[in-house]
């Protein structure tokens, strides 16, 4: 299973962008989807999540300017962030929970994106 996180960039604040988590590989189902950001040298935060049912979950600092959403058939999930601050930079990164095979073996399986840097500047 690979991940690759892709839409970061440059950004004026009060800006958006929309981050792109695609999947691929021998994957049967992908669950729970989760955006974690990372500044550097501080902790990962998680950013929002969003389960196999549609339900999502926000940290108080993206609650009402992100929004998570997945695209089933394209095994990709989106993080659409408007009203971008400098305060958001850092850089992104998808997790996936998913049910994938490898020859015989099917399983759960947990995997990370590389990762997209987000920049916002005043």
């Known amino acids: 299973v690979q991940l690759q996180a892709s839409g970061g960039g440059l950004v004026q604040a009060g800006g958006s962008l929309r981050l792109s988590c695609a999947a691929s590989g021998s994957i049967s189902s992908i669950n729970l989807v989760r955006w974690y950001r990372q500044i550097p040298g501080k902790e990962r935060e998680l950013v929002a999540t969003i389960t196999s049912g549609a339900s999502t979950n926000y940290a108080d600092s993206a609650k009402g300017r992100f929004t998570i959403s997945r695209d089933n058939a394209k095994n990709t999930v989106y993080l659409q962030m408007n009203s971008l601050n400098p305060e958001d930079t850092a850089v992104y990164y998808c997790?996936?929970?998913?049910?994938?095979?490898?020859?015989?073996?099917?399983?759960?399986?947990?995997?990370w994106g590389q990762g997209t840097l987000v920049t916002v500047s005043s």
């Open positions: 997790n996936v929970e998913c049910v994938y095979s490898r020859g015989r073996w099917s399983g759960p399986g947990n995997f």
